[in-house]
């Protein structure tokens, strides 16, 4: 049931040797004492200016927060410049939520719509809508604004998966769902980041490139009005221009702001 782009997969016995097993929410004592030797060691030899914590998925998603508090404390312990850490599991219930907030575990939340539209959803993150389901996901970045504050809450989406054959549509109709989605989700106070898609599909069509180029363009530079509009901005301490991969939102954001945008 994993989402129709991922190619992550399941433990098997390639990654024995750390001894996780399926459906075990609590991970080894070793697999916490490495991560933590190799922090201290990074932490003291680089200039680190936020983390990213996944933690992997479980169907039941208490279970999964459960595993993800545990995990946050192990990264906290080591903390110790309090560098800025987000939350990125899947979606948590509230009192999961308030835990990792009262104990200040994690700064900031990123649980990953992937794609905006209950349809597209059950669709392409068939695991995501059965275990969770498209409106307790977004209630739960909903619960997150409230503990974290508007601006401190992501989503990411994959952007161009509308492009697929199957989904019938042109980029100019993709590009408005991604933008209607956008909007609401700015007007919840939660910032949607968008990486590059390279549709299977059509790759045959002579205009392939083009029309690709223009649905990212043309996305990205309505979610930055979109983010004006509510006064949102990518906080640093989530993510910056000089870790950004395939988002755009950084390097737009900062060019802007040196009027580079008009």
């Not at 275990?131 to 997150?144: D, H, P």
Request: charged share 20%; hydrophobic share 40%; aromatic share 10%.
């Amino acid at each position: 049931m994993r989402c129709s782009f991922c190619a992550y997969g399941a433990p098997d016995e390639r990654v024995a040797h750390l001894g996780q097993k399926i459906g075990q929410v609590s991970l080894p004592r070793q697999t916490y004492t490495r991560m933590q030797e190799t922090l201290r060691a990074v932490l003291a030899e680089c200039d680190i200016r936020h983390l990213y914590l996944v933690g992997g998925s479980l169907p039941d998603w208490r279970q999964e927060g459960r595993r993800y508090i545990e995990m946050a404390r192990q990264v906290q312990a080591v903390n110790h410049w309090r560098i800025p850490l987000s939350c990125g599991s899947g979606a948590l219930p509230d009192d999961i939520l308030q835990e990792l907030h009262v104990e200040r575990l994690v700064d900031s939340v990123c649980f990953n719509l992937e794609i905006w539209s209950e349809p597209l959803f059950a669709k392409i993150c068939p695991g995501k809508h059965h275990f969770v389901g498209y409106n307790r996901w977004i209630g739960a970045l909903e619960q997150a604004v409230k503990l974290w504050g508007s601006g401190h809450v992501y989503t990411a989406m994959v952007a161009g998966i509308e492009l697929e054959p199957e989904h019938g549509m042109s980029w100019e109709q993709a590009v408005a769902l991604a933008l209607e989605g956008a909007e609401a989700l700015c007007s919840r106070g939660i910032i949607p980041i968008y990486s590059l898609y390279w549709p299977v599909g059509g790759r045959d069509h002579p205009d392939y490139l083009n029309r690709l180029h223009q649905y990212f363009e043309t996305l990205n530079l309505g979610c930055h009005a979109i983010r004006r509009k509510y006064n949102l901005h990518i906080w640093e301490g989530f993510m910056c221009h000089r870790c950004a991969a395939m988002q755009l939102e950084c390097d737009i954001d900062r060019f802007a702001g040196n009027g580079g945008l008009i």
